[in-house]
């Protein structure tokens, strides 16, 4: 339950003076939300320092300047020419220019002979300085309605800066006083100010003090570092306190299925298993997370818990983001769990009538021990008493309804997320503190490198070549393509490439993209899969997980386009048999520096770890759809990319204080809980288990 005292954060901005049906869409927009807390979290980017008084002959060109003059001259908008007012003071002659202003607002506001102030950015004009459309006039005497230093926010059209001011004085009236929730030592260290100055300090300010919007800042990012670190130690002390059943690990079924291996399981693989056996091995509910880069043999690791839960009598449920990759991760399971006569049974939305009912029976009556599917998994009619182990595929492509539903499937089982979105550690933390995770940062003996190059786009006809020329040694190309059709992509469509490649390669090219029909999908990857295709073109559609060993060439169109982290995982689709593997990074020309810089980084670097750092130092602050493309959740006001220090902070903060007070019921506690509350729905929509006091 929210304490009352925050539900005028929680109250509609439709409420405020002025935000009526029209205006109230176009602002709910522009701040991601309906809320007086999404408009007050709606920061300023920058500040503008209005007190740069200025005589007219000192004004610079492109900065913002605040001159005092007399009007001089008036001309009236004509010919598609704007209106014209020229100030004049002691030095010199400058021009405001108004295009469709009303014409007795005009000469309202500027009477010859008056002196007025103006303050804008200085432009010039047919040589001579002029000041198009200023943010202020306020005549001579005016100067107390002038704000001296002026917050810019990110806009949009049809809303402009004042407007938002209004709005946003208005939310800040309503935003009640909080006790603080932040220890006082840290906060005198630092320097921070209470909630509510930090905010007036950002919006309202009334100095032009850039490090202390800096230092304000940081206290509302400290703010939402310690509310998700808060909601994620609740969550994990609420799992200790649950029971789950203890399965013990079997020794003998995991010595036969690694000595039946083809290869050998690396260091990596073999720690994280052991990890999970330890947390499957306690009477309490695993929340493990098992990170690591595109091929590094995650689904042995899952084979693995999946044999002990076997061994000791439960059934483990493997869910995959799509039905292509059920059924393969179907089979690798199921190969890895032969030695130990354990079966493997895909269920899918596809299966349906006798042949579901068959699976499900057998999946009872214990002959199948591990469900491979995709969210077929968790309907109604699936029933799954002795489900003991949840194990999640690719989680950057499930929500956290997802994961929850599938849980609700058994009693309390153990859960294991795999994640090959390779962050920082801190970042990891940041993001997953609520779970476990172990890292595979190594990987496996034989693969061999993949070669990156970048292409222009001019050389085409010899990649179509080496790619024909590939095909007919026996070896498979991934040919990727920014769009499915031409009007999103011209040559580099999807439709065309194939038809293209088609006339080039002497073997069949198949098609796949997001607008098939997914059994056309899964027939086109299946006969690449099989060999019976040479080349397979497709959108980013093919992204996640496929595993094709015989492929050795991936060739990306428009490469500029893509991110990095995606790129990379499109290229780790190859390289994962034994012959040597190349990736074409393909790009249009002329490729700016920062492209280039991309480009570059994929082309020294196979490690998806080091990859995934350059890309969020290249990306910088701010790109929360970068963030969102990783599957990374985004924030008000922290940026994980940067806040580490904050974040690390908080979290030896959250774990003190649930340590004193576990049930947040001391002051402090009170506090923090409002804290946590702020920031909740967040980070609720982020977190497998939700928090309820
Ligand atoms: P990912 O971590 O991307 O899910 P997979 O589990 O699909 O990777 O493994 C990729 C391929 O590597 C599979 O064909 C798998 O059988 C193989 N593999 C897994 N572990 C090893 C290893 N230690 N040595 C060699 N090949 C391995
Ligand atoms: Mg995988």
Redesign the pocket.
Known sequence: MRDPILYPFYADIGSLPGVGPKVKPVLARLIGGETLLDLIFHLPVSWIDRRNRATIDSVQIGEVATVTGVVDKLDHARNKLPARVRLRDDTGFITLSYFHANKQWLERTFKIGESVIASGTVGEYQGARQMAHPDHVVPADGDADLPEVEPVYPMTANLTAKALRKFMAAALEKVPDLDEWIDPHLLARNHWPTFNQALLRLHQPKVYDPDGFHIARQRLAYDEALAREMAMGQARLARERRHAPAIPRALGAERSIVEA?P????RA?LDAYSDVAIDMGRPIPMRRMIQ?????????VAALAAAQVGAGGGITAFMSPTEVLARQQAE?VGRFLKPVGMRVAALTGRDKGATREKILDDVRAGKIQVLSGTQALYQSDVDLPDLALVVI?EQHRFGVTDRLKLTAKGQSPHMLV?S?TPIPRTMALAVHGDLDISM?REK????QEVTTAAVPDTRIDEVIAAVSRAVDRGERAFWICPAVDSEDAGDASAIQRRDVLSSHVRAPVELVHARMPPPDRDTALERFRAGEAGVLVATTVIEV?I?V?EATIMVIEHAEKFGLAQLHQLR?RVG?GDKASSCLLLYQTPLTEGGKERLDILRKSTDGFEIAEADFRLRGPGDLLGLRQSGLPTFRVLDITQDTPLIETARTDAKSILMADPQLEGARGQAVRKARDLFAPRIASTLPETVED
């Open positions: 291996l290869f050998k399981p690396t693989q690591g880069d595109v091929g590094s043999g995650k689904t042995l690798a595929d795999m090959a595979i496996p003996a034989n693969r997980g595993d060993p780790g994962r």
